[in-house]
């Protein structure tokens, strides 16, 4: 049987992930955070197509390794490395769904667009919510329909994102 059919046991795996998390409960990029991003992501997913589990992950992992509130340009890799190393024992997933975790992770903050829906959708799930650090989420970023709509962008959608 394929081991990554086995459901997730999320409640567990955020247990693991926060309590490991060095910036403090009340940090900008922490738990709450994450929460609202995966919010986020499943109220994008049910417009973008995306894989709800990979973006479920995504929220829980792309800031679980920030070791400042500041500049700390390489926590994305580490995420993605961190999730390498839970995943196997405290979670299953296939690799095609793990390379999309790993790439979403490694340059959420590094690149803007992706095609890829699942890609695209934890991007901006994030980005929706840069209201907690004082910065208005701009459409110019988002990749997904509903994405640009919540960030004000109206109704038009940009189908001519750069391949990334
Ligand atoms: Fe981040
Ligand atoms: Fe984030």
């Not at 459901?7 to 994450?34: K, M, N, T, Y």
Request: charged fraction near 25%; hydrophobic fraction near 35%; aromatic fraction near 10%.
């Amino acid at each position: 049987m394929d081991s990554s059919n086995q459901p997730i046991d999320f409640e567990r795996l955020w247990e693991i992930v926060s309590r490991q998390f060095q910036c403090g409960a009340h940090s900008d990029h922490g738990p709450s955070h994450w929460r609202r991003v995966e919010r986020n992501g499943l109220l994008l997913v049910e417009h973008s197509g995306a894989d709800l589990i990979v973006v479920r992950l995504f929220a829980l992992f792309h800031d679980s390794k920030r070791e400042n509130e500041f500049t700390d340009p390489d926590h994305g890799k580490r995420g993605a490395a961190y999730a390498r190393e839970l995943r196997g024992g405290c979670f299953q997933v296939s690799d095609e769904q793990f390379e999309l975790l790993d790439f979403a992770c490694t340059w959420h903050t590094d690149l803007a667009h992706h095609r890829d829906p699942t890609i695209g959708t934890c991007w901006d799930a994030d980005r929706l919510d840069l209201g907690r650090v004082g910065i208005n989420p701009d459409p110019a970023y988002m990749n997904t329909q509903l994405g640009l709509e919540l960030a004000g962008g109206g109704l038009r959608f940009r189908g001519d994102h750069e391949p990334t």
